[in-house]
C-alpha cells in the first residue's frame, strides 16, 4: 500500500488496525504521512528507508486506528449534563431537556458548550462527529477554528425557536449557511428535520426537494416522529408502495411515513436502532438509507429493549451528552458490540469507516488508507485492563478507555500530543465548565 509524496513524520505503533482494505491486526507496520493525508501504509523498515523524514513517531505500546467517527450528537449540550434522564424520549425532551434548553439557550452557551464538547472528543479519539446544534452557525464556526473536521446539522421545524421563526425562515437560512461552507473541505452541512418540535408533510417534502437541489443529506430521529403524523401523510399522499399496511409495529410505521415522503434514498439516515424490526431494517436497505445507533442514549431512554438478531447499525453516535453522559466513543462501541452481537473488528469499523459511510465521507476518512486524510488516533494498551494484549482489537473495545488516548491527530495536524491538547487551554476550558455549573444551576432555580 503506497503512495508517492514526500513524508513529514512516520508514525510506527506496535500495533496497526487500518480497517480497510482489510479489517485485521497488523504488527510491525507505518504509516507515512505527507500534506495531511496519508501516503504510504507498510513494514516500518521499508518505510523509514523509502521516506526522506526527520521525524520518527514510536508508539511502541500503542495501537494505531482511523480517528473515530461520532455519527451523532449534540457537542453544546455537554453544559447540559446532570439533567435527570427518564423515558420515553418525547416525554423527556418535552418536559425536561426542552424547558432547560429555552432558559439557558444563547449563542454564549453554544460557542463554549461546542468548544468544550470538541475538547472532550479529542481527548477521546474523535476526529470527526456530525452535531445537531440550535444555532449551528455558532457550532460551525467553533468547529473550523478549532480545525476538525465536522458536519454541522441544520434544524428545520414548522415551529419558531431560537434560530428561526417558521419553516420558511428555517430554510432560508440553511440554505445562506451552506453557500458560506460550500467549500470548507473540513466543515459540511447536512439537513437535520426537528419532529419534536413540529414538522408537517408539506414541510418535510419541500426540504425534501431542497435537498435533492443541493445533493444534501437528511438526517433525522424518526422515534421523535409522533404519531399523528402517519394519519397526515395519508391524507395528503395515499399510501405508498408498502407504505403502511395494517398493523405496522410503531418503528416500521415511522419509516413508512417517510418513504411515502420520498425521503428514504442514499444520503439519508435514521437515528435510533433499539426496537428498530425487520421490516424497518429491510425498507432502509432497500432504498440506501442508513440506520445510526446511540446505545447508551437509547438504553437510558428506551430501558432494556430486544434486539433484532442480525441488526447491524450504519455507524454509531452518543446523541446528547445530557442522556448519555459522555462524548466516549469507546463506551458506545462496547455497548454496540454487546448489544449486536459484533466481533471486535465488526466494532471497530462501526466505529470509523461505518460512520463515515453513514456520513458520506468514507472516500476521505474511516480506514487507514494511502490517499485519504490522516485522520488517526492512537490509544495506549500497556494499562492492566488490556493486558495481556493477545488481541489487540478486543483489548481495545472490551478493556480500553478513551483515558488511553494518547496522540490524535486531524488531516495530519496534531490534535492531541501524548495525552495533551495542543490548540486548546485546559485549564481555561475547566474554569469555563466552573462558571456554565454556577450560571446553570442559578437558572435551575429560577
Aim: with cysteine; net charge negative; proline share 6%.
Amino acid at each position: 500500500m503506497s503512495s508517492s509524496g514526500d513524508a513529514e513524520f512516520l508514525i510506527e505503533p506496535r500495533w496497526l488496525l487500518p480497517v480497510a482494505p482489510g479489517n485485521t491486526v497488523l504488527e510491525g507496520q507505518a504509516v507515512a504521512v505527507g500534506g495531511g493525508r496519508i501516503l504510504a501504509v507498510g513494514p516500518a523498515a521499508e518505510l523509514r528507508q523509502r521516506f526522506a523524514t526527520h521525524t520518527r513517531i514510536v508508539r511502541e505500546r500503542h495501537a494505531l486506528l482511523p480517528g473515530l467517527v461520532n455519527a451523532h450528537t449534540r457537542a453544546c449540550h455537554t453544559l447540559l449534563r446532570g439533567v435527570a434522564v427518564r423515558g420515553p424520549r418525547l416525554r423527556w425532551l418535552a418536559e425536561t431537556l426542552a424547558p432547560l434548553e429555552r432558559r439557558a439557550l444563547s449563542a454564549d452557551l453554544v460557542r463554549d458548550g461546542t468548544r468544550f464538547g470538541v475538547a472532550e472528543m479529542l481527548h477521546a479519539g474523535i476526529t470527526c462527529y456530525a452535531d445537531e446544534s440550535p444555532l449551528p452557525e455558532e457550532a460551525a464556526r467553533v468547529a473550523a477554528t478549532a480545525q476538525v473536521r465536522a458536519l454541522i446539522g441544520l434544524p428545520i421545524s414548522d415551529s419558531a425557536d431560537a434560530w428561526a421563526e417558521d419553516a420558511n425562515a428555517h430554510l432560508a437560512k440553511a440554505e445562506a449557511l451552506w453557500d458560506e461552507y460550500r467549500s470548507d473541505a473540513r466543515i459540511g452541512l447536512y439537513f437535520a428535520p426537528q419532529p419534536a418540535r413540529g414538522l408537517s408533510a408539506a414541510t418535510l417534502m419541500r426540504l425534501r426537494r431542497v435537498a435533492d437541489e443541493l445533493d444534501a443529506r437528511v438526517v433525522i430521529h424518526a422515534q421523535e416522529l409522533r404519531d399523528d403524523s402517519w394519519t397526515a401523510a395519508d391524507a395528503l399522499h395515499g399510501v405508498a408502495d408498502g407504505a403502511m399496511p395494517p398493523r405496522q409495529a410503531p418503528g416500521t410505521q415511522r419509516l413508512a411515513y417517510l418513504q411515502t415522503l420520498g425521503l428514504l434514498r442514499p444520503g439519508f439516515a435514521a437515528i435510533g436502532a433499539l426496537g428498530c424490526g425487520a421490516e424497518d431494517i429491510q425498507l432502509l436497505a432497500r432504498h440506501g438509507a442508513a440506520l445510526i445507533a446511540c446505545p447508551q442514549a437509547e438504553l437510558r431512554l428506551q430501558g432494556a429493549t430486544p434486539v433484532l438478531p442480525g441488526l447491524r447499525p450504519a455507524g454509531l453516535g452518543t446523541d446528547t451528552p445530557a442522556a448519555a453522559g459522555a462524548l466516549d466513543m469507546l463506551a458506545e462501541a462496547r455497548s454496540a458490540a454487546l448489544l449486536f452481537g459484533l466481533t471486535p473488528l465488526e466494532t471497530l469499523r462501526l466505529a470509523t469507516l461505518g460512520g463515515a459511510t453513514a456520513l458520506g465521507l468514507a472516500a476521505q476518512i474511516g480506514s487507514i488508507e494511502p490517499g485519504k486524510s490522516a485522520d488517526l488516533t492512537c490509544l495506549d494498551l500497556k494499562e492492566p485492563g488490556c493486558q495481556p494484549v493477545m488481541d489487540a482489537a478486543a483489548s481495545i473495545v472490551f478493556g480500553a478507555t478513551r483515558a488511553q488516548v494518547t496522540d490524535v491527530w486531524s488531516c495530519g495536524r496534531a490534535a492531541l500530543s501524548e495525552g495533551r491538547l495542543r490548540l486548546f487551554d485546559e485549564a481555561e476550558l475547566a474554569a469555563l465548565a466552573a462558571q456554565w455549573t454556577r450560571r446553570l444551576a442559578l437558572e435551575a432555580a429560577a
